[in-house]
């Protein structure tokens, strides 16, 4: 068997070219075949789901020494607590069954009909139980246009800022799969002129284009994970709309941070692409200035080459690119916020999701964010029906998508979606 995986070797399954799934990807998901079918793990391959709880109890999946029932579960929490390197052994063994020159599914009629199914008939679902959800606020431009809008360029960025990966807490049990429709979320907000505040539905509903890992084990409350060992606990990786009430944030936020604000709701993209799978993509991240303190300097100072784009579609229009970014932008690296976050023995759990915070670049074109793109309002975007939009009304549709593109090989993440119905009428 061979040790490492060649991403030039093609699959006997069909995969278009311009496929986010090439057999080099198999990302890892969770679906249910039918409407009454059981939950159940799956890779992507091509425009199909390979079902791996079917492969691991045909006994293809043996050499892993997996326990009973790996892939039979309703999350990947599971297969992700497994030591790294018996992980790698399963997508090895995986890409192996899918090979052109491999028979053993190819030329079984009657297994593969039970295995391989057209992705176009699933239904996908939470990948993993998220016990706890962080989100960060690691792109350097993004904290500059923020701070610049709200304090002046003479203070965009907090004294902390250059210093520690800033972040808060999340709330886990409103992450949701791509493809959920989001409520426009009601609470508090207070008018320019106003004494009191009001409530009723947000007004300034917004997006946040960013990128999430997955945690992978466990780290014993009181053991920090040091930055060089990170690497070891990341899973994957998933695109992240997280949504923003700007209005509501805008109140609520001094002292203790966003709260209504954030909690409403926090799309991903159904599948995870490893770790193992974006190393070809790897590349040096933004050099940091001053230097962080010893326990956030990284020996392989390592991000990712991933590009990233955002598409706004109004109701019966047509869909219109607002954004093109890139991951590699960010200053501050996952391994960094994963060291930071555990540097006081915070205990990390399997599934635990880290998000990036907004990933922006350096010109309007590559901001991620509609407080940016339209600079509070000020310059709103012009959609090809002709509508306008300064933040998100009812009806809109947020696509976000991720790929990475080097030396010919193409994959992607595919895209995490969701459109805004309106607030509930009783608390209008």
């Known amino acids: 068997m061979p040790t490492a995986i060649d991403p030039k070797v093609p699959s006997f399954v069909p995969v278009p070219a311009a496929s986010h799934f090439p057999l080099y990807n198999l990302p890892y998901g969770i679906f249910s075949p039918a409407p009454t079918a059981s939950l159940r793990a799956g890779v992507r391959i091509g425009d199909h789901v390979l079902d791996l709880s079917v492969i691991e109890d045909c006994g293809l999946l043996a050499a892993a ?23 790698r052994l399963v997508r090895l063994l995986i890409h192996g069954l899918l090979r052109e020159d491999e028979p053993t599914l190819r030329d079984d009629a009657t297994l593969r009909a039970r295995s391989l199914l057209p992705a176009s008939s699933v239904t996908m ?12 606020y690691s792109s350097r431009e993004h904290a500059t246009n923020v701070g610049i809008m709200f304090r002046g360029k003479e203070n965009a960025l907090m004294p902390n800022w250059l210093h520690l990966p800033v972040g808060y807490h999340g709330r886990a049990s409103s992450v949701v799969v791509s493809g959920t429709d989001i409520v426009r979320p009601c609470g508090q907000t207070i008018a320019p ?18 990128m999430g890992f997955l945690v992978a084990g466990s780290n014993e409350l009181g053991t920090p994970v040091s ?36 909690n409403f709701a926090t799309s991903i993209s159904p599948w995870i692409v490893t770790i193992d799978a974006l190393m070809p993509f790897a590349c040096e991240a933004p050099a940091q200035d001053p230097e962080p303190l010893p326990y956030l300097r990284e020996q392989d100072r390592r991000t990712f080459d991933i590009t990233l784009s955002i598409d706004l579609q109004a109701e019966d229009d047509e869909p219109l690119t607002i954004c093109r970014s890139n991951f590699k932008h960010l200053y501050w690296t996952m391994a960094q916020q994963l060291a930071h976050h555990t540097c006081t023995g915070c205990n990390l759990g399997t599934g635990d999701l880290l998000a990036s915070g907004t990933i922006s670049g350096p010109d309007k074109g590559s901001y991620g964010s509609l407080l940016e793109i339209t600079w509070r309002g000020t310059e709103p975007v012009t959609l090809p029906g002709g509508g306008i ?4 009304a009812d009806g809109d549709r947020v696509t976000m998508s991720g790929v990475c593109e080097k030396d010919g090989l193409h994959l992607g993440f595919g895209e995490v979606t969701g459109r805004i119905l309106p607030a509930h009428k009783d608390l209008q």
């Open 193 to 210: 002129d106003a004494a009191t505040p009001s409530f009723g539905p947000s007004r300034l509903l917004d997006i946040e284009l960013e």
């Open 65 to 87: 020494g997996l326990p009973p029932g790996t892939f039979d579960q309703p999350w990947l929490n599971r297969f992700m607590e497994l030591p790294a390197e018996q992980r």
């Open 227 to 262: 930055v060089d060992e990170a690497w070891d606990r990341i899973f994957g990786m998933v695109v992240v709309n997280d949504w923003s009430a700007r209005d509501i944030q805008k109140w609520e936020y001094q002292p203790l941070g966003p709260f209504n604000a954030k």
């Open 389 to 392: 939009r300064k933040f998100l």
């Open 125 to 136: 679902h939470m990948p993993v139980m998220i016990r706890d959800y962080t989100d960060f």
